[in-house]
């Protein structure tokens, strides 16, 4: 069997004062935080897309990756990518990986022969994950790509597109049960519009319910019992889509009556497109009890696009990590890194210097979370600020004991308003101690 990265062994922890940058100084997958192991709280997945695809272009230039096992036919290629996506799952320790179906096998002349080139390429990541006991995370369909996707998928204005499109998810809703994937995620990539001087928004988004709720019947038929997500984004590549952040998801399912067979898949950079930060998705996310699962990457601040960028910024995995504890964990999901080196990285090796940073970074962020939520000091806080809805006239509005007639009364005797301050320099120089403690 061919080795491809045969200059590096497996990586190991050797904590945070280590110098060596094939090694982990905050990830040690058996260190017990709390109740679960490293490993089991973040659950890190390798996305094939950008690991083993990328090939570093960009809209001004070409591709720079230098990757030697892409040679040969295209199945040859992809071949040699499942040897390849193993060895460095199993040289980083990564537990999970995802895919779309177009990541891991060519589309060929006919719909057929897409199918058994998937067939073909599935059967060996099968014989691969039994041998390392690494597992799917989730899969999904690529239904943007193409030019037949142009319009969109689901909602596209061609009633065959449609129609493909499902074929499509059929096929990769079933490739995701036979290798035991614990979930599949629906990205709308195209389920947007360029201007509505040309759209029917109200079929396009009857269409795509429709399309779900299709998606949720096969599952019963053939027994798919993974979780489904839909991974929110409000643009790229359409200039409005309408998966456009949680809220609006959460509204669409509400709306059609599809909020109990969804959750969602949330990305970094996503969330910051839509004009939130991370920790207000995932928060909105838990509350409403539909936090699924994590693309774990981020942007730059100074660049008005999707850059999938390696997450190394502290406060946001510290912030991100603080709603997945509250949420009881990701349970089917994980933390999947939707992430790129960057273009002028182009050495197999930085494929691991990302990774590394990346569960680095988290792992830190898991450790400052558990430390704050077992103190307790932003709850208390917190709970102090709306403590007048605990007792009084708060608790009798909680309790919906008034309307506006008795608060009015309450009001007139008792019109002189005394605030409080929100403390939140005091909460961010709280959170910055117990980031520099470890």
Known sequence: ???????????????????????????????????????????FSM??????????????????????????????????????????????????????????????????????????????????????????LWGTANAFSNPRYVHGAATAPNADVFAYAAAQVKKAME??????????????????????????????????????????DYAKEIGFNGQFLIEPKPKEPTKHQYDFDTAT???????????????????????????????????????????????ANQGDMLLGWDTDQFPTNIYVTTLAMYEILKNGGLHRGGLNFDAKVRRGSFEPIDLFHAHIAGMDAFAKGLKVAHKLLEAGELEKVVAERYSSFSEGIGK??????????????????????????????LLENILNQYIFEL
């Open 1 to 43: 069997m061919t080795e491809f990265f045969k200059n590096i062994s497996k990586i190991k922890y050797e904590g945070k004062d280590t110098k060596n940058p094939l090694a982990f100084k905050y990830y040690n997958p058996e260190e017990v935080i709390g109740d679960k192991t490293m490993e089991e709280h973040l659950r």
């Open 47 to 136: 996305a094939y897309w950008h690991t083993l695809t990328g090939e570093g272009s960009d809209v001004f230039g070409d591709g720079t990756a230098l990757r030697p096992w892409d040679t040969g036919s295209a199945m040859d290629i992809a071949k040699k990518r499942v040897e390849v996506a193993f060895e460095f799952m199993s040289k980083l320790n990564m537990p999970f990986f995802c895919f779309h179906d177009r990541d891991i096998a060519p589309e060929g002349e006919t719909l057929k022969e897409t199918n058994q080139n998937l067939d073909e390429i599935v059967a060996l990541i099968k014989e691969k994950m039994d041998e390392t006991g690494i597992k799917l």
């Open 175 to 216: 490739v995701t049960k036979e290798l035991g994937g614990q979930n599949y995620v629906f990205w709308g990539g195209r389920e947007g519009y360029e201007t509505l001087l040309n759209t029917n928004m109200e079929l396009e988004q009857d269409n795509l319910a429709k399309f779900l709720q299709m998606a949720v």
């Open 249 to 295: 998801v959460l509204g669409f399912l509400r709306k059609y009556g599809l909020d109990k067979g969804f959750k969602v898949n949330i990305e970094t950079n996503h969330a910051t497109l839509a004009g939130h930060t991370m920790q207000h998705e995932l928060h909105f996310a838990r509350i409403n009890g539909v936090l699924g699962s994590v693309d």
């Open 396 to 425: 009798d509005i909680v309790d919906r004991k008034v309307g506006f007639k008795e608060l009015e009364a309450y009001a007139l005797e008792n019109d002189q308003v005394v605030n409080k301050s929100g403390r939140q320099e």
